[in-house]
């Protein structure tokens, strides 16, 4: 069955769909209005270089002040407040709207926000041979683990400290420093070697968006009546996810990104708002597959 799907998908990469470039209907627009949102908010990053005080936006994507609200990395508060042993109240209340955006939208951050995977994705569009098909897998999980374990034992916020998303932020705000090889190199891993390799095998920002995302009300669904199963959607997701396969890790890997909607050339594939039942219960379960 795997076989044969890798086979519409490779079909599909071959008739120029892959990257979700062709066979979009629908919600076409998605992809371009996603670039938008994501360079916005890059360019808002530079703000206080030209705009010292603008009331928009200070800081940067680990600390930042949006319109007044203080907004905090969720990692980043928690390995502060492990490292120290200590809740930072705060840090934690800040680090409280882009707990319940996850909890409510999934991995927007992922998906429309982050600095590094619109770099990936501005690389991969210069890309022009096909490189290795990755799948997510738990690796980040565990690492987040890894590291939420070594801020406790060091001390210190060992991710925050070496985040490449805090690196390529602070390279937008104030100029590459050094440490700007680190993104360089993520980049070139892009394009030479898998698409968002780290994003599926390492970043535990992801990760723990992602297991806040578990229960998300705003999913991915798909029309199984209209599916085809041609593979449009799985050549079009970047985080190696396949909406007719679901499980807990495809939803928790999935950004939200929609560019598997924009791809499907049935119309099969939408954003869905999931209803609770009285009991508390999620009313389906994530991806939901459904036929009118
Ligand atoms: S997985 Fe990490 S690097 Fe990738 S988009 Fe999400 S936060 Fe950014
Ligand atoms: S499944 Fe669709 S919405 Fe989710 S990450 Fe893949 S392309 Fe984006």
Not at 50 to 76: E, K
Not at 129 to 146: I, S, V
Not at 194 to 217: E, M, T
């Amino acid at each position: 069955m795997r076989r044969l799907r890798d086979l519409r998908v490779r079909m599909y990469c071959q008739s120029g769909g892959g990257n979700g470039e062709s066979g979009a209907v629908g919600l076409r627009n998605l992809r371009l209005w996603r670039r938008v949102v994501q360079l916005t908010a890059a360019g808002l990053m530079t703000a206080p270089g030209w705009w010292p005080d603008n009331p928009v936006w200070l800081g940067t994507y680990i600390s930042s002040r949006f319109c007044g609200i203080a907004l905090t990395d969720p990692l980043a508060a928690l390995e502060v407040a492990i490292a120290g042993k200590a809740v930072v109240w705060p840090l934690l209340w800040s680090a409280v709207p882009l707990i319940l955006a996850a909890a409510v939208l999934g991995r927007i951050f992922c998906g429309w926000i982050c600095p590094l995977n619109t770099a990936f994705e501005i690389a991969g569009s210069f890309r022009r041979k096909p490189q290795r098909a990755l799948a997510g897998n738990w690796q980040p999980y565990w690492l987040l683990g890894g590291f939420l374990t070594a801020s406790a034992l060091i001390g210190l916020p060992v991710f925050t400290l070496i985040s490449p998303i805090g690196i390529l932020s602070r390279t937008i705000a104030f100029g590459a420093g050094f440490e700007a090889v680190f993104v360089v190199f993520l980049v070139c891993l892009e394009l030479w070697y898998s698409r968002k390799a780290w994003c599926k095998k390492v970043c535990p920002v992801g990760a723990l968006y992602g297991l806040l995302s578990r229960f998300r009300r705003c999913r991915i669904s798909l029309d199984t009546a209209r599916c085809t199963r041609c593979g449009a959607c799985y050549a079009a997701c970047g985080m190696g996810v396949d909406i007719g396969s679901p499980g807990k890790l495809a939803v928790m890997n999935c950004s939200n990104c929609g560019d598997c909607i924009a791809a499907c050339p049935e119309h099969a594939v939408s954003y869905q708002w999931i209803k609770r039942r009285k009991g508390g219960a999620a009313k389906h379960e994530p991806f939901e597959s459904h036929s009118r």
